[in-house]
């Protein structure tokens, strides 16, 4: 089973930028998205960006216009750049992909946004 792994969390200032970087042990093409998901404590897990096998993208409305996610298939990795970062951001991050035998998911990196 493909697993991943998530790195790039962190604490930064209101403003500020981050990438976030979703690492799978295998292909990524054996998904048929990857997506990038945020949670806080006491509220269910959202979709935040998705991108498809065909590269297609999908934003929230609340990030739209300042994360931008990316696949590089020839590293089997998906990153999140996260700009204009507000401390509405702040959450655990998952990276969660699923193919036929379902979904899978990351353990999360923790995002901070701080003055």
């Known amino acids: 089973q493909v697993r991943l792994v998530e790195s790039g969390g962190g604490l930064v200032q209101p403003g500020g930028s981050l990438r976030l970087s979703c690492a799978a042990s295998?292909?990524?093409?054996?998904?048929?998205?990857v997506g990038w998901y945020r949670q806080v404590p006491g509220k269910q897990r959202g979709l935040v960006a998705r991108v498809t096998n065909a590269g297609s993208t999908y934003y929230s409305d609340s990030v739209k216009g300042r994360f931008t996610i990316s696949r590089d298939n020839a590293r089997n990795t998906v990153y999140l750049q996260m700009n204009s970062l507000t401390p509405e951001d702040t959450a655990v991050y998952y990276c969660g992909a699923e193919n036929v035998g379902g979904v899978t998911w990351g353990q999360g990196t923790q995002v901070t946004v701080s003055s």
């Open positions: 295998g292909s990524i093409f054996s998904f048929f998205y």
